[in-house]
């Protein structure tokens, strides 16, 4: 574009909102529509702050995140079965930039709903007008007394952020001698990535077949049962991984006792070599004035995700109380992005918010290294409901494992990666 | 395995559509045209941003909207094999699927 094409441009642009402003010298610029202030570059955030800037190019989008990369969980437990690295799942944030997101690499530690701006760790106050809300998830370890410490975490790893501890727990997965036990806790339902246990247990199970086979996988659910895809995980425990997976429903972990390596649940104690305790969770730490539903969630209507509690702040992703069958995936938190996206937009132009939103997931899960299968849905507005419901007729399983269900397992998350932060 | 080194397909991506003068930027967009748009903004959680596929899913970006809403209309009846695009394609009505193959279709591409 030309100066003289650019100045026709914002021209045009500002002159409907009548937000053009020209500073004095030869270069100008055009004064914002509205200030966006994103918190947290997950699979939710990094979306919403690029869909925003992509839809409404005059809106000033700024994200705050406090890791230098996003490291997808995604794809990650293959990384414990030693078939996947680390670095294959890291994307950095200068895609965003290109599309004129300000990323600012900080940590968001306070909101203030009042005077709208949220206080930073480190830099200035970043005042919004609207606010999108993408926090993830924080882990409830006060709910398992023995590991409320710091250096007890340490020591019994969740690696349910993806990260440093994925690569801790490989390596501890190296380590632990062939006929060892390596035991999986699995906490109530609803958590982070209702699949995702079941799928370490199944790909670290196949890499104990093929590295250390007179080794033991114990899993310990807190649920009654398998909390997704329990025909598919169950066909190849009892299959392909007979002798070493063992799983046992209602075993919710009460109590850890670090010094003699065993979890006490209700009914019994369990020893092992090693622990990967997935803790109870809930909204991420900076969503906690948010928070509507069981003292962990935040409720927020299904038009735009605007939370039930302030009305101008959007909550997306994994800290929402979902909608019934929406489970918290990367998926979704993308998808809720883009109907926050365009409901913010909405409001700042002052057009209506459509009242159709129609939003889809997909989790495709590993049962070996190579092979996968997923679990579908499409999920569509009901105003009687006033929420979003899944579709009846549409969405489903996959009939079996396939190989080229894990190829499309990759491309999903290359896409993925690639809608968010490309 | 698919290895993924591959921010620099990434980069390449982002530049384009950052770039492109596609219908999404336009920021004067209808009320009907921002809805079909973020339906087709659900797809993109596979086939990439407008439907500019990196690979492994196929593209959707620039292509004929008939081949299109027919290939979706395969999906829903089972005519055409499918992995998942047919537990995708019957969420949708007819005239929904219509308004996003005709979106995906006016997505410009480089050619």
């Given at each position: 574009m030309t100066a003289l094409d650019r100045r026709h441009f914002l021209l045009a642009a500002g002159a409907g909102a009548g937000s053009l402003a020209l500073s004095g010298c030869a270069s100008f610029s055009q004064r914002p529509l509205a200030r966006v202030v994103v918190i947290g570059g997950g699979y939710g955030g990094a979306t919403a702050a690029k869909y925003l800037k992509l839809w409404e190019p005059r809106l000033e989008v700024t994200l705050v995140e406090r890791n230098e990369a996003f490291v997808s969980c995604p794809i990650s437990n293959l990384v414990l079965a030693g078939t996947e690295r680390i670095e294959n799942l890291t994307v950095r944030y200068d895609g965003l930039g290109r599309h004129g997101v300000r990323v600012?690499?900080?940590?968001?530690?306070?909101?203030?709903y009042e005077r709208r701006v949220v206080r930073l760790a480190r830099g200035d106050a970043l005042p919004w007008d609207r606010l999108v809300v993408a926090p993830g998830i924080d882990f409830?370890?006060?709910?398992?007394p023995g590991l409320e410490s710091p250096q007890a975490q340490e020591q019994v790893l969740?690696?349910?952020?993806?990260g440093p501890q994925t690569v801790e727990l490989r390596r501890r997965l190296e380590a632990m001698p062939d006929g060892g036990t390596f035991a999986i806790s699995i906490p109530r339902?609803?958590?982070?990535?209702?699949?995702g246990p079941y799928e370490r247990a199944s790909v670290v199970a196949d890499y104990f077949r093929k590295a250390k086979p007179r080794s033991k996988l114990l899993i310990l659910d807190a649920?009654?049962?398998?909390?997704?895809k329990p025909a598919l995980f169950k066909a190849v425990w009892a299959e392909r991984y007979k002798g070493i997976v063992e799983y046992r429903p209602?075993?919710?972990?009460?109590?850890?006792?670090l010094r003699n390596r065993t979890a006490r649940l209700q009914v019994e104690d369990v020893k092992a070599d090693l622990f990967n305790v997935i803790p109870p969770q809930r909204a991420g730490r900076i969503a906690e004035g948010l928070i509507t539903v069981n003292r962990q969630w935040v409720g927020v209507e299904f038009?735009?995700?605007?939370?039930q509690k302030i009305p101008g702040v959007h909550v997306i992703g994994d800290a929402i109380a979902a909608?019934?069958?929406?489970?918290?995936?990367g998926f979704m938190a993308n998808n809720h992005a883009k109907v926050a996206a365009a409901a913010v937009i909405a409001r700042i132009t002052g057009q209506p918010v459509s009242e159709s939103p129609i939003i889809a997931n997909t989790c495709y899960s590993f049962l070996t290294t190579t092979e996968a299968v997923h679990v579908a849905s499409v999920h569509k507005y009901d105003p009687k409901q006033k929420t979003l419901v899944p579709v009846p007729g549409a969405g489903g399983l996959s009939p079996g494992r396939t190989e080229l269900e894990g190829q499309y397992a990759y491309a999903w998350a290359r896409n993925i990666w690639a809608d968010a932060l490309g | 395995m698919p290895q993924f080194p591959f921010a620099r397909r990434l980069a390449a991506a982002g530049a384009l559509l950052a770039a492109s003068t596609s219908p999404?930027?336009?920021?004067?967009?209808?009320p009907a045209e921002r809805e079909v748009r973020t339906w087709a903004a659900s797809c993109?959680?596979?086939?990439?941003?407008?439907?500019?596929?990196?690979?492994?899913m196929p593209a959707l970006a620039g292509r004929s909207a008939d081949d299109l809403y027919r290939a979706l209309i395969e999906f829903r009846t089972g005519k055409r094999p499918a992995t998942v695009m047919h537990q995708h394609a019957r969420g949708y009505t007819e005239d929904e699927l219509r308004r996003i193959a005709d979106w995906f279709a006016s997505v410009k591409i480089a050619r």
């Open positions: 600012v690499r900080d940590e968001a530690v306070a909101i203030d409830l370890y006060s709910q398992i969740h690696a349910w952020r993806a339902a609803p958590y982070r990535c209702p699949p649920n009654p049962d398998v909390t997704s209602n075993s919710e972990l009460v109590e850890f006792d038009l735009g995700f605007e939370s909608a019934p069958a929406m489970p918290k995936s | 999404v930027a336009l920021a004067q967009a209808t993109a959680a596979c086939h990439n941003t407008e439907g500019r596929s990196l690979g492994g």
